[in-house]
């Protein structure tokens, strides 16, 4: 349950796959063009339900509810091996190793 | 009553949409011809130099650093013939405020923005434009809206655009997120007739005129340190303003023997309005999939006429590999101690190539660097490409390197090597482009004289491109 006030993100269609320009690439165009933003709950909700949103800039926002108190996922990424062995070749050329 | 709000009803309505939000007709700069007067829309900001480097100094833009890369000068040596190895230089953007080059064109917009009373800005953007007018609308006391393409239709975003929506929302701005497909530009224009904010457009003369301080500060600034001008600045090359702006600012200076080379990441055969091929990309800018377009056809942009013109100024335009910027980006933090990119690097990537053309007396500049972090880092970069099924391994990126399919790190720094594009294929696209939109290859020599200074080039040149298409 999410309450009147919360920080959210919602979801909507903007244009369906009918509705979008007609010069796109095939994979593109049976798709439809997706919207998501973020704003305060105008009024208590479930994950799910459409609602409306007041967002940063004070704009009111329509969508269906998809997260409360939505943060940031991204990150440095996993290990990646590569970056070592770059790491090692370029001391190795520069500064001849551990000498 | 209501507007309609389709997709056709509201690009038909962009000519009125965009007058509003800029608050100038650009008609007035179209001679009812194929040309239009360039100069005058650039001279339409009302700036002088002096004065754009007042309005950036007041929010503590510009005047960044030029950092000496000895290291990979010294690198640079080892495979260049004896004599040869011009030194690196970088000019460190990431100080600007929101972290890249970007905050001069937002500065400007801004400014412009609030002297004419609109009480928000808003900016189509996946990039740091967006950061940029986030951090200026915050300082200035303006409302922002980004609207970035971010998510491909399963939801999954590029990291990279990840991160600028949230450094454009530790800003104060709000951010819409889109799939992708072109009609970015619809929600754009629909939410900005809605709100009647500012389109700081990064293509708009402020967006430009905010880029002629750096080339300027470049030529002053090596000056100083060096006595001499670089013989080479490389601008990484996606929509074409920093090479516009900062060629101009050169001009301005007096530096008319310095070289402007574009530099874009080669990833021909990446559909950029593709949804499968949006998240194959292992780098979200400077590359070709910006880079030619915008060359070739610079009105094809937010703004009716773009400032940007980078085919005007650039004397080559050459290409590298994604493995290549990855490598030189783990090379920048290795052997000179500073973490920066991705964008600045396809510059850095070319610069290394380049150095070894020239002889070691002689600099060589790269325009700009930009902030990195979670999400834009070469270890995210590489590991998303991991997880979407890029292949990762060492070689020759320039005989192995296929975008979407691999990414060939260069198997030692000899491989990292910049293949120059056909300027004069593309001053013929250009020109066939340009042609094509007027409605005939019949032109006066006036719109002849026109094409000639749009592509860099002569008149005989623009009627021996224009014969061959009839």
């Known amino acids: 349950m999410a309450k009147k006030g919360d920080w959210v993100r919602i979801h909507r269609v903007v244009l369906d796959a009918a509705g979008r320009n007609p010069n796109l690439p095939e994979d593109t165009a049976k798709v439809p063009l997706e919207m998501w933003v973020k704003g305060t709950l105008l009024a208590d909700a479930e994950v799910g339900d459409e609602v409306e949103v007041e967002t940063a800039t004070n704009r009111i926002e329509h969508g269906t509810l998809v997260e409360v108190n939505p943060y940031y996922t991204h990150s440095y990424g996993k290990f990646v091996p590569e970056l070592i062995q770059i790491d090692r070749q370029l001391r190795e050329i520069l500064f001849g190793g551990e000498e | ?470």
Not at chain 2, 84 to 108: M, Q, V
Not at chain 2, 443 to 461: G, H, K, Q, R, Y
């Open chain 2, 1 to 470: 009553m209501a507007l309609a709000k389709d997709y056709a009803s509201v690009m038909g309505r962009n000519n009125e949409i965009m007058k509003e939000a800029m608050g100038l007709d650009y008609a007035q700069f179209e001679s009812g011809k194929m040309r239009f007067d360039y100069e005058g829309l650039m001279a339409s900001t009302g700036y002088t130099l002096e004065e754009i480097e007042k309005v950036q100094s007041a929010t503590g833009v510009g005047n960044t650093p030029i950092l000496e890369l000895r290291n990979l000068t010294a690198l640079a040596r080892k495979y260049a013939k004896p004599g040869y190895g011009a030194t690196i230089l970088a000019k460190d953007e990431a100080a600007n405020p929101s972290g890249s080059f970007k905050a001069r064109r937002a500065a400007c917009a801004v400014a412009t923005a609030k002297k004419m009373g609109y009480k928000g800005v808003m900016a189509a953007t996946s990039g740091n434009y967006g950061a940029a007018v986030a951090s200026q609308a915050a300082m200035q006391g303006l409302k922002c809206i980004i609207v970035q393409e971010c998510f491909d239709s399963h939801g999954v975003g590029q990291p990279e655009i990840i991160e600028k929506a949230r450094k454009c929302e530790a800003y104060g701005a709000e951010v819409v997120q889109l799939t992708v497909g072109p009609e970015l530009f619809y929600t754009f224009l629909s939410i900005l007739e809605d709100t009647g904010y500012f389109n700081a457009s990064l293509y708009s003369p402020y967006g430009i005129a905010g880029v002629e301080t750096l080339g300027y500060e470049i030529a002053m600034q090596c000056r100083e340190k060096y006595g001499k001008d670089p013989a080479v600045v490389v601008c990484t090359s996606a929509g074409g303003g920093m090479m516009t702006g900062t060629a101009r600012g050169l001009i301005k200076a007096g530096a008319t023997n310095t070289k402007c080379i574009a530099a874009s990441i080669d990833l021909t055969g990446l559909h950029m309005a593709s949804d499968t091929a949006f998240n194959k990309k292992s780098c979200t800018t400077g590359h070709t999939g910006f880079g030619v377009p915008y060359a070739v056809d610079p009105d094809h942009s937010d703004v009716p006429r773009s400032a940007a013109r980078p085919l005007r100024y650039m004397e080559r335009y050459v290409t590298v590999k994604q493995g290549d910027v990855m490598y030189i980006t783990e090379a920048l933090a290795n052997l000179e101690g500073i973490e920066r990119g991705p964008a600045g690097n396809t510059a850095l990537a070319a610069a290394f190539s380049l150095a070894q053309e020239l002889p070691a007396d002689e600099y060589i500049i790269i325009s700009e660097t930009e902030y990195t972090g979670a999400g834009k880092h070469v270890q995210p970069q590489l590991a998303f490409a991991r997880e979407n099924g890029i292949e990762i391994k060492f070689g020759d990126p320039n005989a192995e390197d296929k975008p979407g399919v691999n990414i060939i790190l260069p198997k030692d720094p000899s491989y990292i090597k910049t293949m120059d594009m056909d300027l004069d294929h593309m001053r013929k696209s250009f020109i066939k482009k340009a042609c094509k939109k007027y409605g005939s290859f019949d032109i006066d020599e006036d719109d002849i004289a026109f094409l000639a200074e749009e592509v860099n080039s002569t008149p005989e040149f623009v009627k021996s491109v224009l014969e061959d298409l009839k």
